[in-house]
């Protein structure tokens, strides 16, 4: 690598590492997070292994190694995840220059920097930033050419599968040098093509798929379960269709080259998400972070299509490529503010303020609140009711509680995906008095604060 190019480098994995390290103790736990945080915790006292570490155990043995040499908190819990993220970007700058032009390299790389769903993935106490770099050495050493490691290239992906069962995914795309060329263009076509007649039926009725992912796009509406809108709508989202647009020229680009590296790299940014997206039409539940381990492919495609277009169409290339560095900066401003995370934390130090520590509390992520509150003097043996347990009887019971009762939900939630229930009850009896978190910058979809609502009368008769 000449010196400038090796400057241009350093710069990215420079970004790459300011940007998984930068806050990565002060954002609270949010989300599946408190799991990782308890299950750590038994792992390293010696207790029966729980159930996400037996499923998923790499993840959560790098967590806990972690941990375990440096203590748990936020940071310690989430080291391992940055440091995958951040080895991620570097395999992507330095690896397979035998078949991967350098330039085509650079761009993937600075994509995978600057992204911000591969930022929040790397700043998760999960599994999916352990698995990532080992997702990327699976497409990396499997593709044709010298430096092709069949061996190491099943070997990570074992480890890929060790953390998520999810990366068997990517066993198509290993599999294929067994079949030979040319590539298989047709059947890789003809299986999108299968989908996207799939997707279009469904659009047909009014309650289609396709129809709710513009339903609540228009509406800016959290999807509220993990079906195949909700996949949808995350993968394109966090992808982001510049992304996905060049990823289709690096395709035809490649196709039109008759590479065997553009085929294979084909295959592994296609097939995952479609795979998962065929699962979520069947009624599984799928996130669309499960398909995180398709996007090294794709950003190396994205590469190469923008490389294509400057050799090409240099204007279109300048405008796609400025349109990706514009694209997520939004939502790259809204990750330095909060994390791209609900302040949990502060939640609890609100209750903690402004609530007794007899009072009735309610709250969306209910453990992680109520992990953080017993960390304020007075509140150490407080509960906090789960909003989906609460019963007709429940209800009724806090109505009447001597008493006060306070309920705290996420705002990006309220229109529509909480119960219509549990809804109507806050709308007819309760007050919002709080919101807790940062506002989202402009274009930006996701709303991270907690609304807080105080009961606003005792309602005598109700309960007890």
Sequence with gaps: MTPRPRLWALLILALAAWWRLAGLGTWSLDGDEVYSWYD???LLAGGDWPQG??????GYLAMAGMVGLAGLDEFTLRLAPALGGLATVALLLFMRRDVLPTGTAMIAAAGAALSPWLIYLSQSARFYGVMMPLATLTILWSLPGPGRKPLAATAAWMGAMACHPTAATLG???ALPLLRPPVPWRALMACSGLVLVVAGGLSLADDGALFKVAQRVLQNADPGQYDAVHFVLGLGYNLGPVVGMLALV?????RRAGGPEAGQLSVFGVFPPFALLGLALLGISVHQRYAVVAVPAALLLAGSGLAYLFRERRKAALILGAAALLVPAPALLAHARDGNRHDVRGVAAWFAEHASSTDLLVADEHGTVELYLHRHEGFGATAVAEDTDLSEQHRQDYLGNKND??????LSRMNGA????????IDEFFTEVARVGVA?????????RFVIFQRSERVLGSGR
Excluded: F, S
């Design 40 to 42: 750590v915790q038994t």
């Design 53 to 58: 570490a037996r499923t998923q155990p790499l």
């Design 172 to 174: 198509l795309g290993l």
């Design 250 to 254: 690096g395709m035809l680009a490649g």
């Design 405 to 410: 009762c306070w309920v705290a939900l996420k």
């Design 418 to 425: 909480y119960d219509t229930e549990l809804m109507d009850w």
């Design 440 to 448: 989202p910058p402009p274009l930006v979809r996701h709303d991270n």
